[in-house]
């Protein structure tokens, strides 16, 4: 199966399989091609650089119509684009693996791809910012597309989740208005990959049921470090079908391996000009430095009975089951391991809907889901066409045969004159559905009563209990960051109405909040909470809860900077540290190429290293910490350069880790300049100890801890 998943999203020329049976273990597929040119319609081309015209060899004339080649080559560039997502236009992914552990979950579901652990299924994972258009930057402050697809025997399962456990809005009607005021404006197209602008805050101030997923989006989750670096969330409740027939309700949790980190806001703002395709390369990164990343995935399951025993509505999108009200079961992990060959036919075309589960998996009747199962198959036809499912990316793997049939695009050869049911051969007949994964799917026998009405239950209508259930959850460095999130937003408000608003509605979450933002975005700093603060936490809503078991550096980025008179050994022997903990190490040098070392310039027959960059073409934000090996003219070199300086403060101020030795530490003094930052020298002489991206090694010293006391440094 999986060789067919990846045959089927490979960029394929020739793809054959048998039409009849739609069986596709004889799958083969043809990519060596030839390297010759040829139109799409097979002919080889004998020049592409020149249209066929009329001329006497000196002097053009007129291009001729009959030139078939050159025609359809501008026809084909011409029609290149597709329409971009209305929403996270903006995203990157990969291929991978999915399994359970066991068949724990057979309590609740009788899915097999949830509950056979000899199955290894196929995945693919699209990443992607919600706001911004296709070719916005990676590091905007936004929620972050997790959608999966999931290529099963049973048929396609799409989870089509975010990075953020709730949503903006608890019914789905109020889509169309909710991204018609995240967008970027009618009048003027402005912000492009931002939500600082009227017309979001205008409508979340508006729309208090926002609040609590305003709070996650100006939390540190609103700018990952990276797409392996955060959760991911199926956020609306579905159900499980158990085999004997009983339903329970589940939110889906993916938990990467990594921990949850994020990006200082001062560095997000800076990579998105510096590099602002910085995720979807760390992605590739990692993958292709044989680091693949993995989640654990885990169900939080409330059985029927239970379902109004919580002071909010389980069907609300705008609630969390607090995990210690509702434990996650771990029940199995995943891996993206094969990065994608081309964008165009595996990204932007892959197509997902919250409505394609498989059997033994059921949506609940929370009204965003439901109609988020309307929306996904229409936009689909809206991008891609009605035989979107015929696409390689989106194609199942299992047979298919039915009798849909024609629309633009259908490749589908049913060899079935009987294109309708019932017929008198009984071609293409249902398939009684029962509990086992040959059988039809299962739809719940739910009994439902009540009146046709346009309304939302009382439950629904409470808003902030849970916006101070997760203020009062983060930790002080994260709630600073939080604050300043929102005064930075309602800064780019230049409506009164719109940040005096929000400035009031936070008076509802905590009022050092409203105050503080009030206070720096010209708003009424309030005197009194609008209602008290209920004081709970919840340790599960802060991302220092989601922690590797062992402290890691593997896949962070490390620079090690250094100028002509670097000592080599310890270069080298820095080098070999960070392979072993599998981060990976770049070279910083005054150029590109060769760097003398020390014993290179004293005329000792010494070595030279490669840098890999220079400094004015890197910056230390796309790096996770910085290394400064001794040697005199070096560090002296270093203190005479303004930029190796620049890199050295910004580092600082963005809490990296920085280490140096010898003169490498005297550069530091010279660079950060806070007599009272003191650099401590680790005592563990040669030992390597790593954790969280800090580097201490040796007779090193280590100023991160220190960082740490600063949100910015002397240069933000
Ligand atoms: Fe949505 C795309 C996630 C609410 C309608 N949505 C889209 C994508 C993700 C989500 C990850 C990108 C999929 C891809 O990579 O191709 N959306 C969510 C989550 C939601 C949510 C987690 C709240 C729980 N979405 C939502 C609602 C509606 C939609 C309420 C409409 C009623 N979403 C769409 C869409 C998109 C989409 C317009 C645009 C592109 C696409 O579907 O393929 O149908």
């Known amino acids: 199966m999986a060789a067919f998943a990846q045959a089927a999203t490979k960029a394929v020329s020739k793809v054959t399989y048998d039409a009849k049976t739609s069986d ?14 040829t139109t799409d319609h097979g002919v080889k081309i004998p020049d592409t650089d020149n249209w066929l015209k009329i001329s006497d060899g000196e002097h053009s004339g007129p291009l001729l119509l009959e030139d078939q080649i050159s025609r359809e080559k501008l026809h084909r560039f011409d029609h290149e684009r597709i329409p971009e997502r209305v929403v996270h236009a903006r995203g990157f992914g990969a291929h991978g693996h999915f399994k359970v552990y066991d068949d724990s979950a057979s ?6 791809v949830l509950t056979d652990s000899t199955r290894n299924t196929p995945i693919f994972i699209r990443f992607s910012p919600a706001q911004g258009s296709r070719g916005s930057p990676d590091t905007v402050r936004d929620v972050r597309g997790f959608a999966m697809k999931f290529y099963t025997p049973e048929g396609i399962w799409d989870l089509v989740g975010n990075d953020i456990p709730v949503f903006f809005i608890q019914d789905a009607v109020k889509f169309p208005d909710f991204v018609h005021a995240l967008k970027p404006e009618p009048h003027n197209e402005v912000p492009q990959g931002q939500t600082a602008h009227n017309n979001f805050w205008d409508f979340v101030g508006l729309m208090p049921e926002s609040a609590h997923m305003v709070c996650w989006v100006m939390s540190d989750r609103g700018i990952p470090r990276s797409y392996r670096m955060m959760q991911g969330f199926g956020v609306n409740t579905f159900t499980l079908i158990n085999d004997q027939g009983e339903q329970f309700f589940v939110k889906f949790h993916m938990i990467p391996e990594l921990g949850v980190h994020s990006l200082v806001w001062d560095e997000a703002l800076k990579i998105n000009g510096e590099d602002p ?30 379902e109004h025993n919580f002071d909010f509505d389980i069907l609300d999108a705008t609630k969390v089951w607090p995990e210690e009200l509702v434990p996650v079961q771990i029940i199995g992990e995943f891996v993206l391991d094969r990065t ?17 589960v498989v059997p033994g998996l059921g949506f609940s009747d929370d009204p965003l889901l439901q109609g988020r199962n309307f929306s996904y198959f229409d936009t689909q036809i809206n991008r891609l066409g009605i035989n979107w499912e015929q696409l390689p990316i989106n194609r199942p793997t299992c047979p298919i045969f039915n009798h849909n049939r024609d629309g633009a695009m259908d490749s589908r050869i049913n060899a079935n004159e009987l294109n309708y049911y019932p017929n008198r051969e009984n071609r293409g007949h249902p398939i009684a559905p029962n509990r086992t994964s040959g059988g039809g799917y299962v739809d719940f026998q739910e009994k439902v009563q009540g009146i046709k009405q346009r309304v939302r239950g009382a439950k629904f209508q409470e808003h902030f209990n849970q916006a101070q259930l997760f203020y009062n959850s983060l930790k002080p460095h994260e709630k600073g960051h939080l604050i300043r999130a929102f005064s930075f937003e309602l800064d780019h408000c230049d409506d009164e109405r719109v940040y005096k608003t929000y400035t009031e509605l936070l008076r509802n979450i905590d009022l050092d909040l409203a105050k503080t933002v009030a206070e720096n975005v010209g708003g009424i700093a309030p005197e009194s909470p609008a209602r008290p603060n209920h004081g709970k936490i919840a340790p599960s809503l802060s991302q220092d809860y989601f922690m590797p078991p062992a402290p890691t550096i593997a896949t962070r980025r490390v620079a090690i900077l250094i100028a002509d008179g670097f000592n080599y ?6 080098r070999g540290l960070l392979a072993m903990a599998k981060a990976t190490c770049w070279i910083i040098g005054p150029r590109r190429g060769e760097v003398k070392s020390e014993s290179q310039i004293s005329g000792v027959e010494g070595m030279t290293i490669n840098a890999d960059h220079h400094y004015e073409g890197q910056r230390s934000t796309l790096f996770d910490a910085i290394f400064v090996p001794s040697g005199p003219k070096h560090a002296e070199a270093l203190m005479k350069n303004g930029r190796a300086t620049h890199w050295i403060r910004e580092a600082f101020g963005h809490c990296k880790a920085i280490s140096a030795i010898g003169e490498g530490v005297a550069f530091l003094k010279h660079a950060i300049q806070l007599p009272e930052v003191d650099l401590e020298l ?15 090694t040796g007779k090193y010293s280590v100023l991160s801890a220190a960082a740490e006391t600063f949100t910015f440094g002397p240069n933000d």
């Open 277 to 306: 395709d910085f995720h979807r390369k760390d992605l590739n990164e990692a993958i292709e430095n044989g680091c693949p990343p993995k989640w654990t995935f885990g169900i939080q399951v409330i059985e029927e009975k239970d």
């Open 682 to 696: 680790n005592p563990d002489v040669g030992k390597v100890s790593t954790s969280y991206g800090v580097v201490t």
């Open 107 to 112: 309590k609740f579901t009788f899915a097999p």
């Open 340 to 356: 994608v060959d081309e964008v165009f036919p595996e990204l932007e075309q892959v197509a997902f809907c919250t409505s394609h």
């Open 24 to 37: 596709l273990k004889n799958v083969t597929v043809d990519c060596s091609g030839d390297t010759g040119l």
């Open 569 to 574: 050994a310890e270069v080298q022997t820095m």
